[in-house]
């Protein structure tokens, strides 16, 4: 089924559910089997229909796949083997600390790659505060969540035995019955980022008695009735009730102890005595959420993919602490094992998620985000290292040392939750040594770097990919620096900003590969993947200078050859060489499936480039090409992303643009004008305040800014700052079907660059 039948479809199968679409709530519009139809050699999104609250410690999900599968929930499968609990952060990574819940009726059926019940989707009901499903053999599973836990409710078709299957999942596990309390208790161990003696406590509480019981061995799928304990690789428990049951079951975890997991079911689920209690207060949690913004106009599709994305934006990354019985936060530490007070967040991908999801997070949910930045150097201290992509432990995957970009985000918008001398302090450790784990763990061709000004290539691997992503966080170090008048480090990092420059090949027009001579990389073709690139190719990373857009330009040629640069990656051929790769990877393939020339919005690197008119006196190409990215990538239905969802940031990419505005260098205090997708937004901020921003007759149409006025005055600026938003106001565009080539087009009115133009 194509995307504009499925889109179609949910369209009208919304309409019917809510009737007067005027009365909908914003958790209404939400799709959470949103990019689903995935699969390993192409992406919709990878994600997983997850019910869960808002930045929860712990969410739930169906499960299509067998044990150990990264793809949890493929649409396009009718077997569900389980219900996990689930934290993966995105398909390639697996997941960590997961058990599972199965219903069965008649016989007990162990094997998860054998015991899976047919389904369909129109039997599934796929929300934020709640997920159902009824089988085709007439059990229904309803599921509501909490943020350390969920109510489930099992209901069994009558006259048919009733099983219930808790499976300890790939690693080892503990599990023990207590028949007379309703109550299975233990912890499960595994995934990779879950280090070697780590632990999920976790507590079931039944509301009906079990008739029969025992412990079940995943691994040889045998079972031994009556017995109430197992401990083991993959051991597991079973239940049986009563023929023709509708039980309901609460379910917590905690990583600190068992006492603690039983108190997180008490403090969020001890009072719900049906899982219709925990779905209205989920339900009421999600709606005060996602309607931080509201807003109006535009299709009920349009609203559909923007608050099903929002939604996702609100998932990572995710609470790691837990509550004590007087309220006060303390957690397991995922990078030394140990317990200690505050806030800790996990499960994110910095290299993802620095360029949208964390500025989002900055301006819709400061108090958090001030929390998180400072977590980060509590990390520190347990680590050794800051984080880079932690799930939940660090693993030092991808490429760059981007907390520094949070912590200068943070500072520039006001954030001043952290010690600033201290983040550069780690930074500098960061940037001048190799740590341990993947690439991003330290500083991968650190000595390269600092002695020729560039990282060498083939002597590193993805070298040109990396000297870029260094430059722009060495800007971070000065720019954090500099905030706060510290002369030392900020010469430290102002002498490494402009290496960007040094793998420029001005004879091709390019970033290239240059190995430890200064040799340039040979056989160049802009369409060949990896080698010195991550995940793309040259036309993908040319743009990769954030934070010095004005250099850039001077490199290329000056605006004219910039802008027909910007141009041509939209329409030069769709063409791929494998390169490095040996073969399509799924972000080749999506990039061709795009039909947008070399422009790759499926992953990272190039989502910020159709911004960079901004820059060049061209912004009304920024106005259209963002539009038509929004309307021709992205929707509400299974097949709704270009490419990984990953952990918020294709999602951000969305919401961001779709209020008019990107964060195209994260370390200032600027949001680069788009094209709203609305015809009026409302931002309501924490502090109270409100932001609308009021796009007079906007349509699918009329995608270019006429004139602009902020708070009553003319505003030609292409850009909004931090301030203007936070302040509250109303920001009113005059958007029409033709492009005004005046506005915003003086230098004045350009966003931040370090350098000026030549």
Not at 10 to 25: E, P
Request: net charge neutral.
């Amino acid at each position: 089924m194509n995307r504009k039948i499925t889109t179609l479809l949910f369209c009208i199968t919304t309409s019917l559910y809510t009737g007067n679409a005027q009365q909908k709530d914003p958790v209404d519009y939400v799709n959470t089997l949103q990019g689903t139809n995935s699969k390993f050699q192409l992406t919709t999104g990878n994600t997983y229909p997850t019910t869960a609250l808002p930045f929860g410690m712990h969410t739930w999900t169906p499960q299509t796949g067998v044990n150990g599968d990264g793809w949890k929930y493929q649409y396009f499968k009718d077997e569900i083997r389980g219900f996990q609990q689930a934290h993966q952060c995105s398909s390639w990574t697996n997941d960590y600390a997961v058990f599972s819940l199965f219903p069965e009726i008649d016989s007990l059926q162990l094997n998860d790659e054998t015991r899976g019940a047919k389904f369909s989707h129109d039997n599934e009901t796929a929300k934020p505060n709640y997920y159902a499903v009824t089988f085709n053999n007439k059990i229904k599973t309803e599921i509501a969540p909490t943020i350390r836990g969920a109510h489930i409710r099992f209901s069994f078709p009558q006259h048919k035995k009733a099983f219930l299957l808790l499976d300890g999942y790939t690693g080892f596990s503990e599990v023990t019955i207590h028949p007379k309390e309703k109550t299975i208790t233990g912890y499960v161990h595994n995934g990779r980022g879950f280090k070697k003696g780590y632990k999920s406590f976790f507590v079931l509480k039944f509301d009906k008695p079990f008739s029969a019981f025992g412990v079940w061995d995943n691994r040889s799928n045998t079972f031994t009735a009556k017995e109430t304990e197992a401990k083991g690789d993959g051991k597991g428990a079973y239940i049986e009730f009563k023929k023709g049951t509708k039980v309901q079951v609460k379910v917590a975890s905690s990583y600190i102890s068992p006492e603690q997991a039983q108190l997180n079911l008490e403090t969020e689920l001890g009072k719900d005595k049906t899982v219709e209690i925990t779905r209205k207060k989920a339900r009421e949690v999600w709606n005060k959420q996602l309607s931080q913004i509201k807003v109006e106009g535009g299709t009920e599709e349009d609203k559909a993919t923007f608050y099903s994305c929002f939604f996702r934006a609100n998932l990572f990354s995710r609470k790691f602490y837990e509550r004590k019985a007087n309220g006060d936060p303390y957690y397991f530490s995922p990078y030394d094992g140990k317990v200690y007070d505050g806030y800790m967040y996990t499960d994110t991908g910095f290299w993802d998620t620095f360029r949208a999801q964390f500025p989002l997070n900055a301006l819709i949910h400061p108090e958090m985000h001030g929390r998180y930045v400072n977590a980060l150097l509590a990390a520190y201290d347990e680590n050794g290292w800051l984080p880079s992509w932690s799930f939940p432990s660090e693993a030092g995957s991808m490429i760059g040392n981007h907390a520094i970009s949070l912590f200068a985000d943070a500072w520039a918008k006001g954030l001043h939750t952290f010690d600033p001398e201290k983040a550069l302090k780690a930074y500098f450790h960061e940037a001048t040594n190799k740590g341990p784990g993947g690439p991003s763990g330290g500083r991968e061709g650190w000595k390269s770097y600092y002695t020729r000004g560039y990282v060498a290539y083939p002597e590193t691997r993805e070298a040109t990919a990396k000297t870029l992503e260094y430059a722009y966080d060495d800007f971070c170090g000065y720019n954090l620096a500099k905030m706060i008048g510290d002369d030392f480090y900020a010469s430290v990092f102002k002498r490494e900003i402009l290496n960007y420059k040094n793998v420029y090949n001005p004879n091709t027009g390019f970033m290239q590969g240059r190995d430890k001579d200064g040799n340039w990389s040979k056989n160049f073709d802009p369409i060949e993947w990896g080698g010195p690139f991550t995940e793309g190719n040259a036309w993908h990373w040319e743009w990769s200078v954030f934070h010095d857009i004005n250099g850039l330009i001077d490199l290329i040629g000056g605006q004219e050859n910039f802008n027909k640069k910007l141009d041509s990656v939209f329409t030069e051929p769709n063409d791929v060489k494998v390169g490095t790769y040996g073969g399509m990877i799924h972000e080749m393939t999506e990039m061709v499936n795009a039909h947008m020339g070399q422009y790759a919005h499926g992953n990272q690197p190039i989502q910020h480039m159709p911004y960079l008119y901004n820059y060049s006196g061209e912004p009304w190409k920024a106005q259209e090409h963002t539009r038509e990215i929004m309307y021709k990538l992205y929707n509400s239905t299974e097949n709704g992303y270009p490419g990984d969802e990953d952990q918020g940031q294709t999602s951000s990419w969305y919401v961001l643009s779709a209020l008019g505005i990107y964060s195209v260098c994260p370390g200032t205090d600027q949001y680069v004008l788009g094209s709203p997708m609305f015809n009026k937004i409302t931002i309501t901020l924490e502090n109270g305040n409100k932001f609308v921003i009021d796009a007079k007759n906007n349509s699918h149409k009329n995608v270019y800014i006429q004139k602009a006025t902020l708070n009553g005055k003319e505003y030609t600026k292409d850009y909004l700052t931090y301030d203007d938003i936070s302040k509250g106001g109303t920001f009113t565009l005059e958007m029409s079907d033709t492009p005004n080539k005046e506005r915003g087009t003086k230098l004045e009115d350009r966003p931040y660059s370090y350098s000026n133009l030549k």
